[in-house]
């Protein structure tokens, strides 16, 4: 019998130039790279150092703030001394609106010990203006020698090559409808601007790209688009994609088809943080987008079956809360360790129909009883049935050892 090889799912990376940002590297042959951004006002360099600091020991590799005033910009030599002393080597990046050429001029120290600058070429100024801003912005980054990301934003999509696209589609023999305008301005807005930046004397691999959109199948059409045209490498997102399960659905549908196509050396999940919510959860979504896909590993990967009519009790669900929250908990310093390497596994099941199978295949499993089963867990270990826990104290048990498998 002919079988097809379905054994290769992706269809590569797509190679991209090696960008340079702080000691990381995006692009190239580099993993894909997290990084989130700060709410904090950035003139209040305490609160937000310490946030810096909670998102890369989360996992963020590289911290955005905004620099948005005199003040910001001030305050960003003390954000990074605070980081220094918390030993948190996060490189930061400097985003950037409007008055970016001021501030990037007046504050040379800012300018110095920011890793990467964000332009945003629809908020770079008008006319005549925009090209001297734009180019005072890129002659800072040369002269320190720093990378940039050309951030385009629908939201902020500059409207002087709106109006061009436009006019060239309506004179165009085979028109594209608005959606198609509108895609072809975001991706000919980072083009040409990073044409500019090189013509301006930046070099090709000091510049990464984005194009930010709130829609996952335009988000989808514009990067395949960024992709075929060009090889900077892309920073991926959904921009404003929205709160708690809309916004983790939403970008995981866009970034992931993506991803799964090689497109993407770089992204941040942009959730709209719940009333009291943790800033953090962004990166844990990021991490377990990258870890799902089998494209990084940051913590062993707990799998759960859901329930059923076996299980009556809730020992099985707090069982496997308990390992979540504890690889999850244990994750800093697990993560040098596991990052970069096969998945490890862990499997809580809940019952004997397909407990002892999903646990064999893990690297550590288990399988509890479920409703009238004999009130025993047995636990595997690479596929070998190693002991089997009973009473009270399972949990515990089964926490121990998980650490002991992980310490060997
Ligand atoms: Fe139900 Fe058992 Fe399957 Fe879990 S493993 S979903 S308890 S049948």
Redesign the pocket.
Known sequence: MMMDDISNTTTGRRLTRAVRVGALTVGGSAPVVIQSMTNTDTADALKTAIQCAELARAGSELVRITVNTPEAAAAVPAIREQLDRMDVDVPLIGDFHYNGHRLLADFPECAKILAKYRINPGNVGHGRKRDEQFAQMIEIAGKYDKPVRIGVNWGSLDQELLARIMDANARSATPMDAIGVMREAMVASALESAAKAEEYGLAGDRIILSCKVSGVQDLIAIYRELSRRADYPLHLGLTEAGMGSKGIVASTAAMAVLLQEGIGDTIRVSLTPEPGGKRTQEVVVAQEMLQTMGLRAFTPMVTA???????TSTV?QELAQTIQNHVRDRMPAWRVEFDGVENMTLAV???????PG?SKHANIGISLP?TGETPAAPVFEDGVKTVTLRGENIAAEFVAIVDRYVAR
């Open positions: 079956c859901p329930g059923c009519g076996r299980t099985f099941m809940g019952c004997i129909v397909n407990g999903e479920g």
